[in-house]
């Protein structure tokens, strides 16, 4: 009898495995999408050829839904998105497939992954059901003015702010570095495979770096001068980049650095230990 309970326990953690792994799989492909076409809109807005679409995830989606099959495509999305918070609530559980991935910190951080992941699929499920909502730029006006008007709600918009260009700087660092091979399970991939993953992964890492500090900066700066008009959404953040004096050129190698990320989360979907 308890070889038979060790075996039924030994599947049972192996379906528990496969689950986990076809979750966090499909979540990557998932989010490549978004990050895919957002670069691909930023590109447009580079050159003029936005349209008045915006180039952040409202705009993306709405990409999706002028293409065939529109809307079960961004179900699709929806339900990937889905699947990325699961599979970071279960490293929150479980631990990460990483080296010390069951530390607390760890932990911590891929419960607060399986929250934003999991806003995010609402917020995609909700532009399904018809309810678009307002734009990115909309809403961090609107937060960030919400804030603004809590007790010290100046120094708390500050420290988000400061916490998300932090967090951009670390981002592009570890893009840099390559810190993303740690993750990946390459051993039967040819030398070309490798060197294409390490040019997204690098690319990709250093240009979400980019927005997410500048994103960071805006904020911070809404802080400073407490007008929550500063506070720019993915949108008006990446339209900065064309008014430096590098023009729309900037905008456009940190718009393909997007796009580039949104193929690395798919190289990560096929390498990823998960």
């Known amino acids: ?34 990050y895919a076409l957002i670069g691909v809109l930023a590109v447009r807005v580079a050159f003029g ?17 002028d293409k065939p099959l529109g809307s079960v495509l961004i179900w699709a999305v929806g339900i990937g998105l ?35 992941y999991a806003v995010v ?10 309810g678009g909502g307002n734009s ?16 010290a709600g100046q120094w708390l918009v500050g420290a988000v702010g ?38 997204l992964g690098v690319g990709g890492g250093l240009a979400r770096g980019a927005v997410f500090a500048a994103a960071g900066g805006f904020i911070l700066y809404a802080a400073v001068r407490y007008d929550p008009g500063q506070a720019k959404g993915l949108d008006d953040t990446l339209r900065s980049f064309s008014l430096t004096p590098a023009g729309p050129w900037l905008l456009v190698a940190v718009a393909v650095g997007l796009a580039l990320y949104g193929a690395f989360d798919w190289a990560m979907a096929r390498w990823r230990e998960v």
């Not at 699929?121 to 018809?130: D, E, L, R």
């Open 1 to 34: 009898m308890s070889g038979e309970a060790a075996s039924r326990g030994a599947r049972t953690v192996s379906r528990g495995g496969t689950v986990r792994a076809v979750a966090g799989r499909c979540g990557l492909v998932a989010h490549g999408v978004l």
């Open 49 to 65: 050829g936005g349209g008045g679409q915006e180039a952040d995830r409202q705009g993306a989606l709405q990409e999706l839904a």
């Open 82 to 116: 889905v699947c990325m918070a699961l599979w970071r609530l279960s490293e929150a559980v479980f631990g990460a497939a990483e080296p010390e991935g069951d530390k607390p910190a760890k932990r911590l951080a891929a419960a607060a992954r399986c929250v934003f």
């Open 121 to 130: 699929a609402f917020s995609v499920f909700a532009f399904a059901a018809g």
């Open 136 to 151: 990115g730029d909309e809403q961090s006006r609107d937060m960030t003015s919400k804030a603004l008007g809590l007790p």
């Open 162 to 199: 400061l916490g998300i260009a932090v967090a951009g700087v670390v981002i592009a660092v570890q893009a840099a570095r390559r810190d993303f091979r740690r993750h990946l399970a390459m051993g039967g991939a040819s030398r070309g495979w490798r060197k294409a993953v390490d040019f």
